[in-house]
């Protein structure tokens, strides 16, 4: 299976661009940057976006601070939307505030709308994380004007594997890191490829009750039986409401493929109230969900059909929704979510498998050969398993500090998160109750205590770099 950090999914929800909720206002800019920071034959450039309000920032003040977000996967609005905290503490602590998007997303194309173009493969060589990171700190730079001013970075998910990195690199240009939900340990070798799998299985095992996970299980023989047959893959698509019907094994594949998606991306997005980020959903999705999957069925009709009515929470909760569309995560003119499957394919190799045995996923295996030969045949691209270990270390964090490391543990990602500090300057809080960067987003009278206090924390040690610096 393949999981989804943030965005892959965000364009079922949304247009290209359209973000459902705008509660922060910003002004959007633009930065030159090179297009290759590490070579000096080539001085081509090309613009990222960035959001930025200073009108929280204290003019008497000669060192107010700068939030600074190390934008992910996705258009930065939406996370600038979705991270009310950062809004929250820089209202009180008076700081500037800076979204900046991740090159090869949103708007900030290096070749424009040319940059995906499949016969020129050679356009996606400058997307990696250490550009990134250098378009930050050439932003940084610039945003700091020649004075000294404290900069924190922020980050949630893949951002918050950025923002740690950041400080990890960068320690002169930002005094600090928050780095929630950031699974900058789900890479060869430093956690099992299971682990994602089985942390979901539980989330949907203690949702409602425990015939959820076990009618998922089953799910899988049943789909491959009814689409055995012709009539039965017309079955299918009815049941489910699919936009395309299942014509073959491909398509069975990729209909089981989406359901394991849309079950990872429940479990992350398990909120103790309503929300949007990755589609319109009910307050604790995960348990009205197996709420249609209470009772265990022998049937395997009844039991596919309690299935599509469980996974309309996901697709249809505004019940505006026509049909299921199984195939689109990565479809054509859909930028966002093609930029995370090319990073998987160069850095951001995350091994991922299961057993039915003992998850409620299909059983299956982590194989770098055939995943590599698909990245390949895909985008020209050769993954490198074992970059992000070399670059930034793995499990050796001791010379690390000033990074707080934030973790749900409801969210399945949180199993590739760091959940034990290597040394007194780097922090971990962990949520028990918390799904996946519960704690980045806006305070909400539903929150449990344990992000509450969590975000206490976290503002806490931040104030204190802020006031040591
Ligand atoms: C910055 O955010 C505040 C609070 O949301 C808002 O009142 C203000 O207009 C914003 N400033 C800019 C420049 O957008
Ligand atoms: C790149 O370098 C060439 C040769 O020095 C120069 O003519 C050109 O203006 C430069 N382009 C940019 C974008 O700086
Ligand atoms: C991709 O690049 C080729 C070669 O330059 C060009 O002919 C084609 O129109 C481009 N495709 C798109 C979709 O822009
Ligand atoms: C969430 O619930 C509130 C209160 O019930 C409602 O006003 C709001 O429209 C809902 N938002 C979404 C995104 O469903
Ligand atoms: C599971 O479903 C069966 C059959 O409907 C039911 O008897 C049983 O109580 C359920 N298990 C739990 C833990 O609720
Ligand atoms: C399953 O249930 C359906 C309708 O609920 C029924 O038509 C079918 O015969 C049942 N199948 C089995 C194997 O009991
Ligand atoms: C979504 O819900 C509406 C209203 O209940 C229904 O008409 C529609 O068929 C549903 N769509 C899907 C894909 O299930
Ligand atoms: C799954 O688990 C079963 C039971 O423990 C074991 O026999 C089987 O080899 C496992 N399959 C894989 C692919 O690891």
Redesign the pocket.
């Known amino acids: 299976m393949f999981a989804v950090l943030c965005g892959a999914l965000l364009m079922l929800a949304f247009e290209p661009g359209a973000i459902a909720e705008q509660k922060f206002q910003y002004a959007i800019k633009e930065f030159s940057v090179p297009l290759d920071h590490f070579s000096f034959l080539s001085n081509e450039s090309f613009s990222i976006r960035y959001l930025y309000n200073d009108s929280y920032v204290d003019k008497a003040n000669s060192q107010s601070p700068i939030f600074f977000y190390t934008g992910n996967e996705g258009d930065i609005e939406w996370f600038a939307q979705n991270s009310g905290f950062i809004w929250e503490l820089a209202a009180k602590l008076r700081a500037l505030v800076v979204f900046a998007e991740h090159r090869y997303y949103g708007k900030s194309m290096p070749f424009g709308g040319d940059t995906f173009n499949t016969s020129k493969p050679e356009h996606l060589a400058y997307f990696t994380v250490e550009q990134t990171l250098e378009d930050y700190a050439l932003l940084i730079t610039f945003l700091r004007n020649g004075q000294q001013l404290p900069v924190v970075a922020f980050g949630g998910s893949y951002g918050g594997m950025l923002a740690a990195w950041f400080r990890m690199k960068y320690p002169h240009i930002v005094i600090g890191a928050l780095a929630a939900s950031a699974p900058i340990l789900q890479f060869p070798g430093l956690t099992p490829c299971d682990i994602f799998e089985k942390i979901t299985t539980s989330v949907f095992e203690t949702a409602y009750n425990a015939n959820c996970s076990a009618n998922i299980g089953k799910s899988w023989k049943a789909i491959e039986s009814l689409a055995a047959t012709d009539a039965g893959k017309k079955q299918l698509g009815d049941m489910f ?1 699919l936009c395309d019907p299942v014509k073959n094994g491909d398509d069975l594949n990729k209909f089981m493929d989406y359901l394991e998606e849309v079950y990872g991306n429940l479990a992350m997005v398990n909120y103790p109230y309503n929300s949007t980020f990755l589609a319109p959903l009910p307050a604790y999705p995960v348990r009205q969900f197996c709420y249609y999957l209470k009772d265990l069925q022998p049937n395997d009709t009844d039991l596919l059909a309690s299935l599509a009515s469980a996974l ?1 929470v996901y ?2 909760y505004t ?6 569309d199984y195939k689109d995560s990565n479809s054509g003119a859909n930028y966002d979510s093609r930029g995370w499957d090319i990073q998987t394919c160069n850095q951001m190799v995350m091994p991922f498998c299961a057993n039915n045995s003992d998850t409620m996923y299909r059983t299956s295996t982590w194989d770098l050969k055939k995943f590599s030969e698909k990245c390949y045949t895909k985008f020209h691209l050769t993954p490198k398993p074992h970059d992000i270990l070399l670059r930034y270390g793995g499990r050796n964090l001791e010379a690390a500090s000033n990074i707080i490391f934030s973790n749900g543990l409801l969210d399945p990602w949180s199993g590739g998160g760091v959940l034990r500090a290597p040394n007194n300057q780097v922090h971990v809080i962990i949520l028990p109750e918390g799904a996946h960067h519960l704690d980045l987003r806006q305070s909400h009278p539903s929150d449990p205590a344990s992000v509450t206090d969590a975000r206490k924390k976290e503002a806490a040690i931040i104030e204190q770099w802020i006031r040591d610096f």
């Open positions: 409401h309309g697709t249809n019940g505006a929704s026509k049909c299921v």
